[in-house]
């Protein structure tokens, strides 16, 4: 099993920054890849950004490129989430996940094992 708890989250002005955290525990050894995922209301939960745990490669979604950066910290279990240039249409709930197994994409959000609770990320205009 692996516990995620995210932090960071917030209300903000269009144009500001946030920054996700999200601490990872237990059996942290078998991940593989961590990810970023939202949920807007009324909409399916969608691929943000992922990390692979053991190379840095990272890979995001279109809408988000040049705009948010993910990061991990290995010595820490700890994955990140640098949020610029807010957007109106950012605003989510944002969730972290682990997946422990190798898999072809990384934006299959059904590839994924483990997930946070979930931090509310609300960007006025």
């Known amino acids: 099993q692996v516990q995620l708890v995210e932090s960071g989250g917030g209300l903000v002005q269009a144009g500001g920054s946030l920054r996700l955290s999200c601490a990872a525990s237990?059996?942290?050894?078998?991940?593989?890849?961590m990810g970023w995922f939202r949920q807007a209301p009324g909409k399916e939960r969608e691929f943000v950004a992922a990390?692979?745990?053991?190379?840095?490669?990272?890979y995001a979604t279109d809408s988000v490129k040049g705009r948010f950066t993910i990061s991990r910290d290995n010595t820490k279990n700890t994955l990140y989430l640098q949020m610029n240039s807010l957007k109106p249409e950012d605003t989510a709930v944002y969730y972290c996940?682990?997946?422990?197994?190798?898999?072809?994409?990384?934006?299959?959000?059904?590839?994924?094992?483990?997930w946070g609770q979930g931090t509310q990320v609300t960007v006025s205009s």
């Open positions: 990390i692979n745990w053991s190379t840095g490669g990272t």
């Open positions: 996940a682990v997946r422990e197994y190798y898999a072809g994409s990384y934006n299959n959000i059904h590839d994924y094992n483990y």
């Open positions: 237990g059996r942290t050894i078998r991940i593989s890849a």
